[in-house]
């Protein structure tokens, strides 16, 4: 499904986007939208990732479940 959208842009922007964007602006404004949110989430998973790094009541609970990760099954 695709959507049509209406926006401003400046003189300059407007000129370099017809520059870079080919025959297709839409295309072109499509890719940077979707590498902007990939950036973006990237960006989220990188500070939850230093969060839970950094919590260490966190820390200390997986390390007691870690000691659990073996339970029964032998080293083969």
């Not at 590498?35 to 230093?50: D, V």
């Not at 969060?51 to 083969?76: F, M, R």
Request: proline content about 0%.
């Amino acid at each position: 499904m695709t959507h049509r959208v209406t926006i401003t842009l400046d003189e300059e922007t407007f000129a370099f986007l017809n520059d870079v964007a080919s025959s297709n602006r839409s295309a072109y404004v499509n890719q940077l939208l979707k590498q902007e949110r990939r950036n973006s989430l990237q960006a989220a998973l990188r500070k939850a990732n230093q969060e839970e790094a950094e919590d260490t009541n966190y820390q200390e609970e997986l390390q007691v479940w870690e000691s659990t990760l073996k339970d029964g099954l032998s080293d083969v």
